[in-house]
C-alpha cells in the first residue's frame, strides 16, 4: 500500500491511501502535521487494539516502534487523531474532513488477512 499526503492546511493533513496488490481498497485520509509517521518503508498488520477494543491496522517500522500504536481508524476530522491515521471514502477538502469513515474502516478490516504483513510507502507531496 501507499500513502500519498497532497494537503496541508493548518494542522490537518489530507492524503490518500492506495493499494496496488492486495485488493483493500482506496481511501482518503486525514493525520495532524507534526504527528504523522515518517516518509518511507513500514509495516501494517490487523491486530487487535485494547483501546478500541477490535481489531485495527497497526503501523511500525523502524523508526515508528509498536508500542507507539499507530493505527488505522475512523474519525472525520484531525481533532479524531493524535497521530493515528483516519480513513473515509468520500472526502471535502475545502472543510478538511472526511466521511464515510466507519465504512471505510469495516471495509479496509474484513479485507485484510490477520496473518500477512503488509508493506506500506509513505511519501509526501505537498
Known amino acids: 500500500m501507499e500513502l500519498i499526503r497532497y494537503k496541508v492546511k493548518g494542522d490537518t493533513v489530507m492524503g490518500v491511501l492506495v493499494d496496488y496488490n492486495w485488493n483493500l481498497g482506496v481511501y482518503y485520509t486525514i493525520e495532524k502535521l507534526g504527528r ?4 518511507g518503508s513500514h509495516w501494517m498488520q490487523l491486530t ?4 478500541f477494543k477490535k481489531d485495527l491496522p ?6 515508528v516502534h509498536k508500542n507507539r500504536g499507530i493505527r488505522v ?5 484531525v481533532k479524531n487523531t493524535n497521530g493515528c491515521i483516519l ?3 468520500t472526502a471535502d477538502l475545502t472543510l478538511l474532513k472526511i466521511t464515510n469513515s466507519v465504512p471505510a474502516v469495516t471495509q479496509l478490516v474484513k479485507a485484510m488477512d490477520k496473518s500477512c504483513i503488509y508493506s506500506l510507502f ?3 507531496e505537498i
Open 36 to 39: 504523522m509517521i515518517p516518509e
Open 48 to 51: 487487535y487494539s485494547p483501546k
Open 58 to 63: 497497526l503501523i511500525w517500522s523502524n523508526t
Open 73 to 77: 481508524h475512523s474519525g472525520n476530522t
Open 87 to 89: 480513513i473515509g471514502n
Open 122 to 124: 509513505v511519501r509526501n
